[in-house]
């Protein structure tokens, strides 16, 4: 069964940063390429990062570009952001998404499967 | 950045409707078009993808059709625990974009 779990939200103040983790399990999680996803309280999805199984190309929304940095660890079966300078806008509920493509493929930007998500609220 | 534009935001039906749901997108995005639900408090789960290929273990109720800018999403016969929110989201370009979402109540 495939897991995601994150980890690292909390309260932040604005400008701070905060690390975000994803621990994966249930697949191979170095064949695949993996998402940020994430959704303001009583809002909608918008995507935020994506990375490729071998961190080859990486990919941000425009509204997370300089500030954002995905990575991940693939003997750690782990997914990490990275989040700089963060403002009041950034407050959501960040998921972790599987994407949907193929072993060692290229990125989709289908999201396969989530994990439950962690707050990340930022306020002064 | 592609604009994903779902019809209704709100939908209320009973229990056996068939329930349509549509998406247009603002420009041609072929057939890159997925849809999830997310339950209350729940994360999204993706039901359909490529437009009209249903995920693995998804009831057959729910369909997908459409091509170019507008999709439709249906449910054919509502149960209860289709209660939810229905997003689409296009993977033909980035950033990859979703729908505002339709809210479905029973």
């Known amino acids: 069964e495939v897991q995601l779990v994150e980890s690292g939200g909390g309260l932040v103040q604005p400008g701070r940063s905060r690390r975000l983790s994803c621990a994966a399990s249930?697949?191979?999680?170095?064949?695949?390429?993996m998402h940020w996803v994430r959704q303001a309280p009583g809002k909608g999805l918008e995507w935020v990062s994506g990375?490729?199984?071998?961190?080859?190309?990486?990919d941000y929304a425009d509204s997370v570009m300089g500030r954002f940095t995905v990575s991940r660890d693939n003997a750690k079966n782990s997914l990490y952001l990275q989040m700089n300078s963060l403002r009041p806008e950034d407050t959501a509920l960040y998921y972790c998404?599987?994407?949907?493509?193929?072993?060692?493929?290229?990125?989709?930007?289908?999201?396969?499967?989530w994990g439950q998500g962690t707050l990340v609220t930022v306020s002064s | 950045d592609i604009q994903m534009t779902q019809s209704p935001s709100s939908l209320s039906a009973s229990v056996g409707d068939r329930v349509t749901i549509t998406c247009q997108a603002s420009?041609?995005?072929?057939?890159?078009l997925n849809w999830y639900q997310q339950k209350p408090g729940k994360a999204p789960k993706l039901l359909i993808y490529?437009?009209?290929s249903l995920e693995t273990g998804v009831p057959s109720r729910f369909s997908g059709s459409g091509s170019g800018t507008d999709f439709t999403f249906t449910i054919s016969s509502l149960q209860p625990e289709d209660i939810a929110t229905y997003y689409c989201?296009?993977?033909?370009?980035?950033?990859?974009?979703f729908g505002q979402g339709t809210r479905l109540e029973i």
């Open positions: 989201q296009q993977f033909d370009n980035l950033p990859y974009t």
């Open positions: 990375i490729s199984w071998n961190s080859g190309r990486i």
């Open positions: 420009q041609d995005i072929t057939n890159y």
């Open positions: 490529d437009a009209s």
């Open positions: 998404a599987k994407d949907f493509g193929m072993v060692r493929g290229v990125i989709l930007g289908q999201f396969e499967f």
């Open positions: 249930g697949f191979v999680f170095p064949d695949y390429a």
